[in-house]
Nanobody, 125 residues
Framework: QVQLVESGGGLVQAGGSLRLSCAAS????????MGWYRQAPGKQRELVAS???????NYADSVKGRFTISRDNAKKTVYLEMNSLKPEDTAVYYC???????????????????WGQGTQVTVSS
């Protein structure tokens, strides 16, 4: 079984920075794609950024140049460095993993993968 645990959310003023972390647990030896999504009140969940095991990244246009996604494959952890935060970045941020190989089997191969519980990011103006 795979668990994703996020940390690092909180309250920050506009222009500030936060760093989110998401650690995967469960006898994992590889994860194909890890990413971050967010959902603001009344809006659909949207992709923020993703990164493959080889380091290829993809960003939403709204965060390009401000957010940086990275991962540590040995630690099965993905990070999201968020700079120049804006009030419109306020949302619950969810970690996502797709294509997980563990010693107990394959996980998170459904179209939407596996999800963490979410961490709140609030940016005040």
């Amino acid at each position: 079984q795979v668990q994703l645990v996020e940390s690092g959310g909180g309250l920050v003023q506009a222009g500030g920075s936060l760093r989110l972390s998401c650690a995967a647990s469960g006898s994992i030896f590889s994860i194909n794609v890890m990413g971050w999504y967010r959902q603001a009140p009344g809006k659909q969940r949207e992709l923020v950024a993703s990164i493959t095991s080889g380091g290829t990244t993809n960003y939403a246009d709204s965060v390009k140049g401000r957010f940086t996604i990275s991962r540590d494959n040995a630690k099965k952890t993905v990070y999201l460095e968020m700079n120049s935060l804006k009030p419109e970045d306020t949302a619950v941020y969810y970690c996502n993993a797709h294509g997980v190989r563990s010693y107990s089997g394959l996980y998170c191969y459904a179209s939407d993968g596996c999800w963490g519980q979410g961490t709140q990011v609030t940016v005040s103006s």
